[in-house]
């Protein structure tokens, strides 16, 4: 049943809007929004955003306007991203809580009543982590949420393919959690200023959960909201040119997400090691051979340098705003890794032997 306010239950369930951005998903996303629609949760409103696909799969979402009234589509005219095509329909959405959800994901039935209770008993609480599991092999892992490394990187709370044996069934807080399966407070969204649109793709999730900390929000990981992601569908449909374009956005938004959310001090200390990891990087690839590598790396960090004006003016409006020091925010989502740990994250992709469907075509 859905979450109810008053101790009768005698009123609606709180409206929730859920944001699906899109992006060329013919074949993925009418699953993911008949999905949704079935959902238990009763006071339920679907957006979609796509972002001017071509491959035809804004014709099967048009289909659901005129059959489904809690169900609209707005199309934008280019891609400019999923944090650009989420800020665009924020600035619309009036619900308390917003869920967002990749194109290429299904939920269990019951999976908003958690997120909805928890934010409701704990206004403290700024965004839900769902479980994600992969679509195929739906007893393993796809993510759950994660923390920062004492060198600036991300480290995942369990591997991708890590069997759920129920050793994560417990509320837990993280660093940030993924759109792929998320629910987000809409007050907390607007008073950190929504996602940073310099954010193309990837990392803006962790920017965005990183500064509800620093405004004294908390990110938590919700065990009994389960979302059924079709992992490395995404990366499949972009061309090989774009895909290396996506690798470039990655790497600039870690350095840029750092620069914004440390503190001076800790900026001293992580900064320096973070870049001397990835311009090493940068060259073990050049040593190898692997000249668009080498390049996107180089470029993201140039385009850091070039962009410290405007990276400067978001940094004092975060700092600002800030409630709690890193020493203290560190004891919470900080992990201490070995540096092998990183090499394996950023030469390959992560290992799904023995997951269940799972082919890299």
């Keep these: 049943m859905d979450f109810k306010l008053g101790s009768r239950g005698m009123r609606k369930g709180i409206e929730v809007t859920v944001l699906i951005v899109n992006y060329n998903g013919l074949g ?20 979609v955003v796509d972002n001017n696909s071509s491959d035809g799969s804004l014709k099967v979402l ?20 999923p944090a650009y095509a989420r800020n665009f329909a924020m600035k619309k959405i009036k619900s308390k809580y917003v869920a967002f959800l990749d194109n290429d994901t299904l939920v269990k039935k019951d999976w908003l009543n958690e997120p ?21 092999d739906r007893k393993r892992f796809d993510y759950i949420g994660d923390y920062v490394s ?16 129920g050793q994560y069934n ?23 200023g929504g996602f ?39 990366a499949k449909r972009l061309p090989k040119e774009q895909n290396y374009r996506v690798k470039f956005h990655g790497t600039k938004n870690y350095i840029l997400t750092l620069l914004k959310c440390l503190s001076a001090t800790s900026m001293i200390k992580i900064l320096p090691i973070h870049l001397f990891l990835w311009v090493s990087m940068a060259f073990w690839f050049l040593l190898n051979g692997n000249l668009r590598n080498f390049f996107y790396i180089m470029k993201a960090i140039l385009w850091n340098v ?12 975060i700092q600002k705003f800030r ?24 030469v390959s992709s992560p290992s799904l032997k023995g997951v269940k469907g799972y082919s890299k075509s």
Aim: proline share 1%; net charge positive.
């Design 62 to 81: 048009k289909s659901f306007v005129n059959k489904h009234k809690n169900f609209s589509l707005t199309r934008l005219s280019e891609n400019l991203g």
């Design 116 to 136: 909805i209770k928890r934010m409701e008993e704990d206004s403290s609480i700024g965004s839900c982590q769902c479980k994600l599991l992969i679509a195929y």
């Design 28 to 47: 993925v996303v009418e699953r993911c929004v008949r999905s949704v629609l079935s959902s238990s949760y009763s006071n339920l409103k679907v957006v």
């Design 323 to 346: 409630v709690i020091s890193d020493k203290e925010l560190f004891k919470k989502i900080m992990v201490t890794k070995d540096l092998s740990y990183f090499y394996n994250k950023l």
């Design 170 to 192: 417990r509320e837990f807080e993280i660093l940030s959690a993924k759109s792929a399966g998320m629910v987000i407070r809409k007050e907390a969204f607007d008073k950190v």
């Design 196 to 234: 940073d649109d310099d954010y193309f793709i990837y990392v803006e999730e962790t920017d965005l959960g990183w500064r509800l900390w620093l405004y004294g929000y908390r990110n938590v990981f919700t065990p009994h909201s389960v979302v059924y992601h079709e992992y490395g569908t995404t």
């Design 306 to 317: 070039a962009a410290l004006g405007s990276m400067f003016k978001k940094r004092a409006n």
């Design 150 to 165: 004492q060198f600036g990187f991300l480290v995942q709370k369990c591997a991708t393919g890590e069997k759920d044996e």
